[in-house]
């Protein structure tokens, strides 16, 4: 019984490591990028494939980081420092969050109880009142190790200033309670506090919210002298840092290396005005078309005879626009363009149809039948010639278009510049992302 008992001991732990154990999927440099195995088999590839491709962003731009000195920045450094009490704060309440159990038969009793509830869904309110309970107890808790720590600083109240309809916080700022004659309480806090209680729809007297903002911050001062040194701050510390710095090189760092000024714009205008600012020659044409679709008809022999037709009247463009309306396939709506096609650019239509309507004049008409595989027989007159448009220099619109292209382009050639300076090798077989260069093969 006791070997039984053992081998099924073993077996759940074996399943246990095997599911949380950790495989390499890429590499960058000597960082390694591992996932959790269990994780990996109830995602897509795709989601994977994304997941993996931010790593080694990350891990990239980190790397960037380091080597320009980011972390080492003075700024960075005296930030880090600033935020270290709040981080010891968050693990002392975390600390005392763990220790906190609510019964599913107490969250159900407080709905069923608080008329707040009423009519309401017990699924949708289940969290929000398992929240407000654990909020409750963190209170209580914190009530309770007031007095011993209380011991261990020096405390004065002014008790009077309490009294918030002789001295009201919307029109005075009161310091009500100091703390190691450093730490100091107003009657703002304590009001900002009761306000947020009420938006719970929570009531709490005055002197209840002073005990809880001393409490507060008795083990704020306590928080610190607990973790300061420890190793669980050092991680904390590290991963804040790579945040940081992440945000960093990912989001302003670029900018950094690409100002953007009245200088730079317009040099970006200069170089970009044919792309982004420019509005190409454009020919309004006409057709009348005689597709591959033609049944009762010789589509090419018909087309010559329009065009012999045309040419051989002594008002050639009114004729084309009448038959163009005549031959003009679809509804009347249709009909009322009469082949017209409108501004074309170059590159729009074939190239057969192209080359020939950007031949032409204004009121010309093309001397030949053009044959198009995808449409058939066309014959073409120009409406118009519409000369290349260049937009003028606007400094706001330059400005934006810049942002957008240091975004998505600069930083693209930035990352990809990294990448190719690092060593870089994926081992997950089914990757798809943007570093499916460096796949190992």
Known sequence: MRKRYLLSVLLVLLLFYTGCKKI??????SYRIKFLKTNMKNSKPSAISKDISFEIEKRLLLNKGRESGRFEDKKLLDYIEKVKPSICFNFYIGDIRKDIIIPEEEIKKVFENNPLYKGQKYDGKKDLIKSNLVSE???????????????????E?????????????????????????????????????????????????????????????????????????SKRLKSSVNQFMNKQVFSYMKYRYIYEK???????????????????????????????????????????????????TIFASKKPQELFRKLAREYQKGPEILKDLAGDLGPISENVMPEPFTKATFSLKKGEIYK?????????????????VLPPVVEPYDQKIVTKDMKRYIKDVKYKEFLSELADNADIRIYYKDYKGGFKKYEEK
Do not use: W
């Open 368 to 384: 030949d039948i053009i044959h198009t595989d995808e449409y058939g027989y066309h014959l073409i007159m120009c409406e118009e």
């Open 157 to 229: 109240i002014k008790k009077e200033y309490l009294d918030f309809q002789k001295y009201p916080p919307t029109t005075t700022s009161l310091v009500i309670a100091t703390i190691d004659d450093k730490y100091k309480i107003t009657n703002n806090e304590i009001n900002n506090y009761l306000r947020f209680q009420k938006n719970k729809k929570e009531h709490i007297e005055i002197e209840d919210a002073l005990n809880y903002l001393i409490a507060r911050q008795l083990i704020y001062i306590d928080s610190r002298n607990k973790y300061i040194n």
């Open 24 to 29: 390499t999927v890429a590499k960058v440099n």
């Open 258 to 308: 690409n100002p953007i000024n009245n200088e730079t714009t317009k040099k970006f205008y200069e170089e970009q005005k044919d792309k982004l600012y420019s509005q190409p020659k454009k020919v309004r044409v006409r057709q009348i078309l005689f597709d591959n679709e033609e049944k009762d008809i010789d589509p090419q022999k018909k087309a010559k005879e329009i065009l012999d």
């Open 137 to 155: 107890r963190i209170f209580a808790k914190m009530l309770k190790l007031k007095p011993e720590l209380e011991k261990k600083h020096k405390i």
